[in-house]
């Protein structure tokens, strides 16, 4: 189990934006929503901690909550495409994944694209690229996803954490019960830190 990515993957796979540009500031992100279970109670603490943050968003769910959508809009928060269906690069044909990416451009023309799963092919990048997007990952992940990590566990590894990393938390019903309980330890931390929160 590790939080952070190895560096080694980072230089592999180095058309993939891995951290932020300014050494004083980390970079709050979200997958999967909007969610009406988690995305308000997101972003009622982001507002109370006065933190942006960037959301990648899946086409159908913008669809079914284009309230809270626009809500996430509204307060100011970054948007980016996390496809229409949740689709896994690997297991999926670079046509059809890019009708994918381009049907939630539709709902909301992004230049920020975070694979789901981390998971997208050398072809698949190249097509990304092409179409002007910024291929986003990650420097630290809460694995707030799974059920046998512990919230206290998330926040103690939050230490790690350090100017232009890129967090990865997810605003879905999976990840409820974790991404709740350390969410706030974790922005607490970084603030402790002295480094700043800002959108990619």
């Known amino acids: 189990m590790f939080f952070r990515v190895p560096t080694l993957v980072q230089l592999v796979f180095n ?12 970079y709050l992100t979200f997958d999967d929503g909007p969610d009406p279970e988690t995305t308000p109670w997101v972003l009622s603490l982001l507002k109370k901690e006065s933190v942006k943050a960037t959301f990648f968003c899946i086409g159908k769910n913008i669809e ?10 509204a307060q100011g928060h970054a948007i980016g495409n996390h496809t229409y269906r949740h689709e896994k690069g690997s297991n999926t044909k670079t046509e059809d994944y890019l009708k994918s990416i381009k049907k939630t451009d539709r709902l909301y023309p992004a230049g920020l694209f975070r694979p789901p799963y981390g998971r997208v092919n050398l072809k698949q990048v190249d097509a990304i690229l092409s ?11 809460s694995q707030d996803y799974k059920k046998e990590i512990a ?4 926040v103690k590894n939050a230490q790690k954490i350090k100017g232009r990393d890129i967090l990865l938390f997810h605003n879905s019903a999976k990840s409820k019960l974790n ?19 800002s959108i990619l």
């Open 15 to 26: 058309r993939r934006v891995w951290k932020g540009v300014d050494k004083n500031t980390v």
């Open 64 to 73: 079914e909550n284009p309230m809270i959508f626009k809500q996430i809009i």
């Open 131 to 141: 179409l002007g997007k910024k291929v986003i990952m990650w420097t630290w992940n």
């Open 151 to 154: 919230p206290d566990t998330i």
């Open 179 to 197: 991404m709740q309980e350390s969410l706030p330890g974790v922005i607490e931390i970084v603030k402790q830190k002295e480094l700043n929160f």
